[in-house]
Nanobody, 120 residues
Framework: QVQLVESGGGLVQPGGSLRLSCAAS????????MGWFRQAPGKQRELAAH???????YYADSVKGRFTISRDNAKATVYLQMNSLKSEDTAVYYC??????????????WGRGTQVTVSA
């Protein structure tokens, strides 16, 4: 059974940095695109960053230049390095990955989320 588990969230001061990790576990045929979404209270979920299997990256304008997404296929893990954090970055961050399991159909999988709070 495939699952995603995020880690690395917490409380950080404005201007600080944080690195989120998301590890996929289970028997998988392949992991294609991976990304990080975030959702602030009362707001819709939005894509923060995305990375393909070919390492092409995409960033929301709001995080461009401050966040860096990367992946380690050997560890089945995607990372989000967040620098120069602002209060507006406060949200629950969710890991997302398009995965083909050993058995079953390929589909998007979601982690439970990790809280990031940016406050002085």
């Amino acid at each position: 059974q495939v699952q995603l588990v995020e880690s690395g969230g917490g409380l950080v001061q404005p201007g600080g940095s944080l690195r989120l990790s998301c590890a996929a576990s289970g028997i998988m045929r392949s992991i294609d695109a991976m990304g990080w979404f975030r959702q602030a209270p009362g707001k819709q979920r939005e894509l923060a960053a995305h990375i393909t299997s070919c390492l092409t990256t995409y960033y929301a304008d709001s995080v461009k230049g401050r966040f860096t997404i990367s992946r380690d296929n050997a560890k089945a893990t995607v990372y989000l390095q967040m620098n120069s954090l602002k209060s507006e970055d406060t949200a629950v961050y969710y890991c997302n990955a398009f995965i083909t399991p050993m058995t079953g159909q390929a589909r998007d999988y979601w982690g439970r989320g990790t809280q990031v709070t940016v406050s002085a």
